[in-house]
């Protein structure tokens, strides 16, 4: 019994360091495209249709001062931006400029895809 937690326990590990491949990829790229986009823009740089339309306007996310914090807590500021207590600010601007964004319910992976595929996005932008 001890033996299979013990593995259950490096599989989860393991699985938490792999790198993004394949799917991985294209689920982070189509949380950003579906659910970003239109207010951070493609390029990741606040460029997206709703960008100004938010107060306070939407953060180039290519900044270093950005891609220090992401550096410096991954996974956090991804999932902080979700799930965060004052998040009516997202919904509120997607409504009040007639985006509909389908409730969508987020898994361990979809932030680890999500901010994987951030990081490499943003590292492009250099």
């Not at 740089?45 to 306070?56: M, Q, R």
Request: proline fraction near 9%; include cysteine; aromatic fraction near 6%.
């Amino acid at each position: 019994m001890q033996l299979d937690k013990l593995l259950l326990r490096f599989s989860v590990a393991a699985l938490c360091l792999t790198p993004l491949h394949g799917a991985h990829a294209d689920n982070g790229e189509r949380l950003f495209v579906e659910r970003c986009a239109m207010c951070h823009g493609a390029d990741a740089k606040g460029s997206g249709p709703l960008a100004h339309k938010s107060n306070p306007p939407t953060p180039d996310l290519t900044t270093p001062a950005f891609r220090k914090r992401l550096a410096d807590y991954p996974g956090v500021i991804v999932s902080s931006v979700i799930l965060r207590p004052n998040g009516d600010l997202i919904p509120k601007t997607l409504k009040e400029n007639g985006y509909r964004v389908p409730p969508h319910a987020w898994t361990v992976k979809d932030f680890r895809d999500l901010n994987d595929y951030m990081n490499n996005l943003i590292r492009k932008s250099r």
